[in-house]
């Protein structure tokens, strides 16, 4: 199979399977999305959605967080990871809101990427879904599915190498959806130990037991 027939028949599968795909954070607003996506960096969203609820009621803008103080902050994150540092980066994050982005969160990679706390990763996500825009976050379920399945070559050994052969070869208009068809698929299938292989509609060109070693990260995926 070309690696076009492979993209094609992958691309064709996920849309009947997963035509819906979405995030799994719960947010009410693109700063909620921004604190939300922080937050979930080495951590479950399922958990993240337990934190966010009181989180959000109690410093639900970049204004009120901004002056929140970090013993506030940590009390309503204390059960995700790394809560002391989330906590310092969310506040300081904020604060730059405030005072350089006018309380808005900017759109572009190289702007998000100057708030504390947030990496090329999650800017990628808050590119993709809020803004719309043919962004591909590589996290490690993405980074597993895509190599499993062929979608890049082994010598794609690190999420940035993953994300630029993903966005050359993926539809731009599709891009928001991949992202999330690779991280949903890895999440209930394609596990990192024992894999659903016998529930997976893609098993037929599956071409890794196995994914390469992923590059460590900082616990902020900076």
């Not at 604060?95 to 990427?113: A, C, I």
């Not at 794609?156 to 994300?163: F, I, K, R, V, Y």
């Not at 992923?214 to 616990?219: A, L």
Request: glycine share 4%; hydrophobic share 35%; net charge positive.
């Amino acid at each position: 199979m070309t690696q076009k027939e492979l993209y094609k028949h992958t691309i064709d599968y996920f849309r009947q399977a997963m035509p819906d795909a979405k995030t799994e954070l719960h947010y009410g607003s693109t700063f909620q999305l921004l604190v939300a996506v922080v937050l979930s960096a080495q951590c479950t969203d399922r958990r993240v959605n337990m934190v966010t609820p009181r989180l959000f009621q109690s410093l639900p803008t970049p204004e009120s967080m901004a002056t929140a103080s970090f013993g506030e902050v940590l009390a309503l994150i204390s059960s995700v990871s790394y809560p002391n540092s989330k906590a310092r980066h969310l506040i300081a994050m904020s604060q730059m809101l405030v005072s350089d982005f006018d309380g808005r969160v900017p759109s572009t990679m190289e702007e998000l990427t100057r708030l504390p706390g947030v990496g090329r990763k999650t800017a990628n996500v808050v590119q993709s879904v809020a803004f719309g825009k043919a962004a591909m976050a590589v996290d490690t379920h993405v980074f597993r599915v895509s190599h499993r399945i062929g979608l890049v070559p082994q010598s794609c050994t690190t999420p940035l190498a993953t994300e630029r052969h993903l966005t050359r070869h993926l539809p731009g208009h599709l891009l928001p959806l991949a992202h999330h068809w690779l991280i949903l698929h890895g999440r209930y299938v394609c596990r990192a130990i024992n894999p659903k292989c016998e529930k997976c509609g893609l098993s037929a060109w599956c071409r890794h037991k196995e994914p390469p070693r992923r590059h460590r990260t900082s616990r902020t995926d900076k």
